[in-house]
């Protein structure tokens, strides 16, 4: 009989990803944060359970909510008990991080009105490991703020989180700010707005759009390598 060590021992994510959903099911905090050190003893890559437990679940989460199934009280609850368990795995990988990191860097933002927080602390993480400073802003900002932090801290690039269709306008009118500003770097939309309507994230007039976490760091490292 397969153990739940047998099968992460081989690099697979999913029984800790079933036993992860169903402590944010139940609302169990000691599961939840039992399962996230469980995958880092058997040695799961911090990304992978970024990418392959905690967004997905959330993701799950979010379904249970449009389907009636779940409160916002449940969601505000799985977001609080991922942002611990993403603790655990960030303290374990970022004890070694030089003070200054060479790739390039990117501030992390909200749209203002936009209320999610933990997809842009996943991605901050990920640009983190992968050598980019970080300027992680995250609260919901408005546009002249976004512009004005761009230029003080003479970022490369502007990660802009969209979670809900009806503020893809918002992200327009931030990204034209950002293009009328004398500052020239990159800008990237992503967040749930855009899983399931990605055609909808070029037409704010950002430079790209990430899927994921893993994704972005990548295209965003190919595109500032070849501007310089
Ligand atoms: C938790 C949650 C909330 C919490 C947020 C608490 C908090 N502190 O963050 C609360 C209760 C506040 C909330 C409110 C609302 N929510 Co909500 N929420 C969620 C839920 C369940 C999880 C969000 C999350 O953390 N996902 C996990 C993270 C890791 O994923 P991510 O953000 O997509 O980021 C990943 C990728 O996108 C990628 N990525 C790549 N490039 C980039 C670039 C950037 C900038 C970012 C951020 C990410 C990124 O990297 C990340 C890691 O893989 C989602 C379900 C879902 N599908 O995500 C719904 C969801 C986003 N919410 C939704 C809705 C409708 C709302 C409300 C409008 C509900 C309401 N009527 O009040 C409000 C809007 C509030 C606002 N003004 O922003 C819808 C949006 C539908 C749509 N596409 O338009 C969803 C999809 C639920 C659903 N299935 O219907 N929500």
Redesign the pocket.
Known sequence: METTMDSLNRGDPKPIFEKYLQALQKGLFNQASQTTQEALQAGLLPETI??EV??PA??M???W??AGQAT?AQ??L??GITTYCRNLVYSKHSVALPVSLSVGKVL?TNID????????N??SDVFQWRGWEVFPLFCSLPEEEVAAATLLYQVDLV???V???SQVESAASTIKALRQSNWEGLI??????F?HHPEKALQTGADFY????ID?VEKATQLLKARV
């Open positions: 970024y990418e905690f967004t959330l993701r989460v979010g379904d909510w449009e916002v969601e505000h799985a977001t992390l009105g936009n209320h999610h927080t933990l997809g842009l996943l991605l990660c802009l989180s979670a809900v269709l990237e939309v992503g967040g749930p707005a899983i990430g899927q994921t976490a972005t």
